[in-house]
């Protein structure tokens, strides 16, 4: 089993940045990706960035596509998403998640263990 913890959420006025972290404890080894979604009341919990353990390799929601940045540390087991050009609209609780799949996409299903979130607002 992976435990999972965010951190790093807050305010923030539009255009600004913020860095979202998230620590994977237990069994970490057999871990083969982590995400992030986000969700707000009233909608579906959306997909938002994506990264496999190794290579390394990503994948952005178009909404969030070059303006955030999701990246890991291996030996920390420690997954980042760093935010810039923050828009009201981001605001939302974000989710950090981990899969010990060897296949999966952006479908929230495909992902094993989940954070508890944290709370990310953006004031215009």
């Known amino acids: 089993q992976v435990q999972l913890a965010e951190s790093g959420g807050g305010l923030v006025q539009a255009g600004g940045s913020l860095r979202l972290s998230c620590a994977a404890s237990g069994r970490t080894f057999g871990m083969n990706g982590m995400g992030w979604y986000r969700q707000t009341p009233g909608k579906e919990r959306e997909f938002v960035a994506r990264i496999t353990w190794a290579p390394g390799w990503t994948t952005y929601a178009d909404s969030v596509k070059g303006r955030f940045t999701i990246s890991r540390d291996n030996a920390k087991n420690t997954m980042y998403l760093q935010m810039s050009s923050l828009k009201p609209e981001d605001t939302a609780r974000y989710y950090c998640?981990?899969?010990?799949?060897?296949?999966?996409?952006?479908?929230?299903?495909?992902?094993?263990?989940w954070g508890q979130g944290t709370q990310v607002t953006v004031s215009s």
């Open positions: 998640a981990a899969t010990e799949r060897a296949y999966y996409g952006v479908e929230a299903s495909q992902y094993d263990y």
